[in-house]
C-alpha cells in the first residue's frame, strides 16, 4: 500500500511518498520560489552566439533562458520562439530550454514536436512489444509518444483517453501562443497536488493531509482521504521527519560510520567518499569495499529523493582489487535500474571516480 504524506505550512507545501513501507519520493512547493521546469513559454531572441550554437531567450524574467541549437536551425534577434524549460536556473545561468515540447499526462507523455515512440524503461518483455505497437497505433501523425510505467497492463482506451486530454491541452497552447506577444507564459506545470496526482496516485493509495483546502480538494477526487488532526508535527508522527531533513544537508553518515559528502555546483554535483571512523572488523580491503557499498546505495537513494540530475561524480575510496571494483560496478548498475528516472553508471576511472548520468523529473 502507498501512503502520501501531504503537509502546508508557512507558505511551502511537501509532499512524502511512502511505497512498502519506505519513503520513494519527497516533493516540495514553495509559494514565494515557484519552480519554472515544464513551463511553456513565447520568448523572444535577445542574442545568440553562432559559433557556439547558442540562443539566450527572453521569457520575462530576471535571466534570459539559454538554448542550445543544430547548425541547420536559423535565428534572428526579436524572432519570437516556442520553448519549455527542462533545467532550472542555477547560479549565474539562465534557465534551460528545448524546442522539443513534452506534455506529461498519467499514462503517456505527448510530444507534439517531436517524432518518436518510447516506453519506460521499467517495462519490460513482451508488454513492452504490445504498448510500443500500440503507441505506434494511436499517436498523432508527426507526434510522438512516450509509454509510461503506470500504463503496463492498461488497455487501447486508457492511453487514447490519456492522450486526447494532452492533445486538447496542446490546442490550448497552440491558440494562446497566436493570441498573445512574447514574452508571454503559455503553460504552468507548477501544481504540486496536481503532479502528485497524476505521477504516484494508485488504487490503493492513502492520502493523510494536515491542511483543510487539500483535503478537500482531494477528497472530490477519491474516498481514501483523511485530515490529520494530531498533536505532532505530521511528518514526525508518520517519522519521516528526518529523511525530509537529510535531503537539505551537505554531510551524510553511513552505517558503518564513514560518510559521504554532496556539493552541487553549475556544471555537475560532485559527490566525496570518506570512511570515517570506520576501520572494521576483518582486513582493510573489506573494510574499504563495505563503505564503498554503503555510499553507493546511499548516494542513488539521494539523487532519486532530491531529484538530482545530469552529470554526477562520485569520488569512491581506492580500491585494489578488481573484484571488489567489479562488485561495487554491478551493486551501482543494479540500485540505478530501480529508479524510475533514467540513470545511467558510465564507468570507473583509473583514480577511482564514478560517472553518472540521470533524467531529473521534469515534471
Same mark, same amino acid.
Not at 314 to 342: G, P, T, Y
Given at each position: ?46 542574442n545568440f552566439l553562432p559559433g557556439m550554437q547558442a540562443v539566450f531567450i527572453d521569457i520575462g524574467r530576471d535571466k534570459n533562458a539559454f538554448l ?30 528545448? #524546442? ?58 486508457? !492511453? ?15 491558440e494562446r501562443n497566436s493570441k498573445r506577444k512574447p514574452p508571454a507564459l503559455l503553460y504552468s506545470d507548477n501544481d504540486l497536488i496536481e503532479k ?47 529523511e525530509i531533513s537529510k535531503i537539505n544537508q551537505r554531510e551524510l553518515s553511513l552505517p558503518s560510520g564513514g560518510q559521504i559528502v554532496i556539493d ?28 564503498? !557499498? ?8 539521494? #539523487? ?33 535500474? #530501480? ?11 583509473? #583514480? ?12
Open positions: 500500500m502507498k501512503k502520501i504524506i501531504i503537509s502546508r505550512k508557512m507558505g511551502e507545501t511537501c509532499a512524502v511518498v511512502i511505497d512498502s513501507g519506505e519513503v520513494s519520493a519527497i516533493k516540495f512547493s514553495r509559494d514565494d520560489s515557484p519552480k519554472i521546469i515544464g513551463n511553456i513559454y513565447k520568448g523572444r531572441v535577445r542550445q541549437f543544430n547548425a541547420a536551425q536559423k535565428f534572428s534577434v526579436g524572432q519570437s520562439v516556442l520553448i519549455q524549460i527542462d533545467k532550472e536556473a542555477i547560479g549565474s545561468k539562465g534557465a534551460r530550454a528545448t #524546442l522539443n515540447i513534452s506534455l506529461a499526462g498519467r499514462f503517456v507523455i505527448f510530444l507534439p514536436t517531436l517524432n518518436y515512440i518510447g516506453v519506460s524503461n521499467k517495462i519490460r518483455g513482451e508488454e513492452r512489444s504490445r504498448l510500443h505497437t500500440l503507441a505506434k497505433k494511436i499517436r498523432p501523425i508527426g507526434s510522438g509518444l512516450i509509454v509510461r510505467t503506470a500504463a503496463e497492463n492498461c488497455n487501447e482506451n486508457i !492511453l487514447l483517453n490519456d492522450l486526447d486530454k494532452l492533445q486538447d491541452l496542446w490546442a490550448k497552447i497552440l502528485i496526482l497524476r505521477d504516484e496516485f494508485t488504487a490503493d493509495t492513502e492520502f493523510i493531509v494536515d491542511n483543510i483546502k487539500i483535503y478537500r480538494r482531494l477528497a472530490e477526487l477519491t474516498g481514501n482521504v483523511k485530515l490529520y488532526d494530531g498533536s505532532a508535527q505530521i511528518f514526525e508522527a508518520f517519522d519521516v521527519a528526518e552541487k555546483t553549475e556544471a555537475l554535483t560532485a559527490v566525496d567518499v570518506n570512511t570515517g571512523k570506520f576501520i572494521g572488523r576483518t582486513d582493510f580491503n573489506e573494510t574499504i569495499l563495505k563503505t564503498n !557499498l554503503e555510499a553507493a546505495e546511499l548516494i542513488l537513494r539521494q #539523487l532519486k529523493l532530491r531529484d538530482i540530475g545530469g552529470i554526477i561524480i562520485v569520488d569512491f575510496i581506492d580500491m585494489d582489487s578488481d573484484a571488489h571494483k567489479k562488485i561495487l560496478m554491478d551493486f551501482l548498475r543494479e540500485q540505478a535500474a #530501480l529508479d524510475r528516472n533514467k540513470t545511467k553508471i558510465v564507468d570507473m576511472t583509473p #583514480l577511482g571516480l564514478v560517472e553518472i548520468t540521470r533524467h531529473s523529473s521534469r515534471r
